[in-house]
């Protein structure tokens, strides 16, 4: 939103990814913006096209959250520019493109990896407004406005470039729950591969960074149960791999993250926190793993040096080490429970109960053990 | 290159041109100075008139209105929430209305039922218990965006090329003949120059400055508006007022927002997008005169649009100009013999738009060839991004 108050008492400063048609590398620009009341991001970077660059290109056309066109990171987190007010974040404001995407120019990207995987899946825009009503009852478009935030925050999107994504999987449960002519057993079997519904890892940014507020995550651990459910008692929905060179539909996802998209944690969330600490502990453990055949073959060199690394072992600051490789094994440990809880179609409803359970649970292992090594 | 027919403005009109003319097989590039419809086409209510509420005031606009209503439907099934509409008397002076309403209605083909205040309720809770009678109308509700990509991708499908992102800067002449477009490619940052064969200014509000880089004039007064939208799917059909069209006086369901609309005035800069302080807490008032929720729901976003009405300067708040289209030869009193300007009208009417303008493309180049766009199932809108050849174009 725009008021016409004109008193521009503050700037703000944007800074703003660039790079034309063709160019590989981006370079950011940096425009001061006169700050007006109510003002959003999308209001700044039309000013800024106006009045300062009009070669800056980006996309946008409902200017209230329904096209999802303005799609873009602002501050490192997935954001609808239209209705993202500036007021709410402060003098310095970065803004680049979405990710797992081909960057086309500055913030345009590439969507046709992300809507080839939407039509594979078939899902129509209108549903019945209430599923269990009468068939010529009220009709309304789905709600997914098809934005690509899910898929820009998605850290699995970010490293496996034949990961389905987030948006079609939900998209694939919208056809189970309620097929509207189309074939659910289609859309399970889209869903059910490696880069289908199993690859997801519990990361849960989808479902935060979503401005229609649906659940992507949640949808896609239901699909897991249905999946389990027809595994376990019906027949197994037909095995479908994507093509050969992994691309749904012949086009290549460009633009990902890469290892970065598991390590940004700006604007992220407890999910994604206990993401990376479970890919960090893991790297740690297996280090530990070695470190520790390294210093069983020391035996190998008699008691003399046995004994002078007990010696080095008894230190505080080994028994210190030792808290924070226990502390690792736990975080490790009890994220693997969790993603193999949530993964499975289980306490999808007690997510954030299932987080605070495991903090308080791991912490007191941790203390617990830590207090019997010093004492 | 073979000069092509160069369309201007990527909205609702350029698409539904583009369209036309790529379905009677001849050559066409458009060109769009942002996104496809991110100007005008984008920002409306998302409403497919049934003419009901211009039945009384401007019956061309409302004949013009139901008749595409039904063509949209049968070439964009699934576009479109097919719940109907009702204009509501919340005021005894409202009631009054009632019988020239329906009677103005039928004149225009226009087919409604009139509901009791006990039926319309039943049908819709939210609406004001102060509801004294309804009358249902055939409109719809739709996605102001994927109506016209699904245009659009029909289009390349086609042969036409879209040109996003470039922006018209100056045409080339040879004394009364427009032979190219001169333009600016932002994303690629460079200059192009596009042969024309014919000229199409599509530009909606911008179409008067469009106009003048050819020295030509089209009397277009710039109406901007302002709508609003807030959290929660308050009713499943447009609710419009029984009164002459007024501020505020539209609660209509997108998704899980309601929208709310609108306020009009007129402006010489269709690039102005404030919004007048005062009139976001108006449409709330009003809005919440026909569904109470509105005025407590939290508010999503405000944002204004600017329509192209077709009227001489000076107008007042531009709710008395014709909401219809004009289709104009610049050959005739500006000395431009290959340019034409369609503009005015609906996002409910662009087809019939397209058409007329498709018929004098036709005339003027000396092609036969009839309009199919009634009969003919657009794509997906998933489409535009699939199948299109929107960025591969490179034009030296």
Known sequence: ?375 | MTPRIVIIGGGGTGAALAHDLALRGLAVTLLERGEVTSGTTGRHHGLLHSGGRYALTDQRSATECIQENRILRRIAPGSFEENGGLFVAVTDEDADHLGDFVGACAACGIPTKVLSREAVLRLEPALTPDVRVAVTVPDATMDAMRLPLRFFATAVRNGAVLRPFTEVVGFIRQGRWISAVAARDHAAGRDVVVPALLVVNAAGPWSGQIAALAGARVPIRPSPGVLIAVRGRWCDRVLNRLHPPGDGDIVLPQRGLSIVGTTSWTTDNPDDTQIPADHVEAILREGARLVPAVGQAPLRAAWSAVRPLVGSSGADSGRTLSRTFRCFDHATGDGVDNLITITGGKATTVRAMAAAAADLVCAKLGVIAPCRTAETVLLPHTAYYTKSAVRSEVVA
């Not at chain 1, 310095?92 to 995987?117: I, T």
């Not at chain 1, 999910?271 to 479970?278: D, E, Q, R, S």
């Open chain 1, 1 to 375: 939103m725009n008021t016409g108050s004109l008193t521009a008492r503050r700037t703000v400063r944007f800074r703003v990814a660039r790079r034309r048609r063709g160019e590989r590398e981006c370079h950011y620009d940096e425009f001061d913006v006169p700050y007006r009341p109510g003002m959003t991001v999308l209001d700044a970077l039309i000013s800024i096209r106006t009045d300062q660059d009009p070669g800056l290109t980006l996309r946008h056309s409902c200017r209230h959250a329904s096209c999802g066109t303005c799609g873009m990171r602002v501050n490192g987190r997935e954001r609808l520019a239209c209705v993202t007010p500036v007021g709410d974040l402060g003098d310095k404001v970065l803004v680049e493109p979405l990710s797992g995407a081909a960057v086309l120019s500055d913030l345009v990207v590439d969507m046709r990896p992300f809507y080839e995987a939407l039509e594979a899946v078939g899902r129509p825009q209108l549903r019945a407004v209430d599923g269990h009503g009468p068939p010529d009852g009220p009709v309304r478009l789905e709600d997914c406005i098809e934005c690509g935030l899910c898929t820009s925050a998605c850290p699995l999107v970010a490293t496996d470039r034949r990961y389905l994504g987030p948006a079609a999987l939900a998209a694939a449960e919208r056809v189970v729950r309620e097929p509207r002519g189309q074939d659910p057993a289609a859309a399970l079997a889209l869903a059910d591969q490696e880069h289908g519904a199993w690859r997801c890892h519990v990361a849960l940014e989808c479902s935060q960074v979503c401005p229609a507020g649906l659940d992507p995550a949640g949808a896609i651990m239901e699909l897991r149960r249905e999946l389990l459910r027809r595994r376990l008692g019906h027949k197994s929905p037909q095995h479908e791999e994507p093509a050969e060179d992994g691309r749904w539909g012949g086009r290549r996802r460009g633009g990902r993250r890469g290892v970065r998209g598991w390590l940004d944690p700006r604007g992220r969330h407890s999910g994604m926190w206990t993401f990376v600490a479970g890919r960090l502990t893991g790297l740690g453990l297996l280090c530990y793993l070695y470190l520790h055949l390294i210093v069983l073959s020391l035996l190998t060199r008699g008691p003399g040096t046995w004994d002078r690394f007990i010696e080095v072992a008894s230190h505080p600051a080994f028994l210190a080490l030792d808290v924070l490789m226990i502390a690792g094994l736990v975080v490790h440990g009890l994220h693997g429970v969790r993603v193999a809880l949530l993964g499975s179609g289980l306490l999808t409803g007690t997510r954030k109960a299932l987080m605070i359970t495991s903090v308080v649970s791991g912490g007191l292992v941790v203390l617990t053990a830590a207090l019997f090594l010093f004492s």
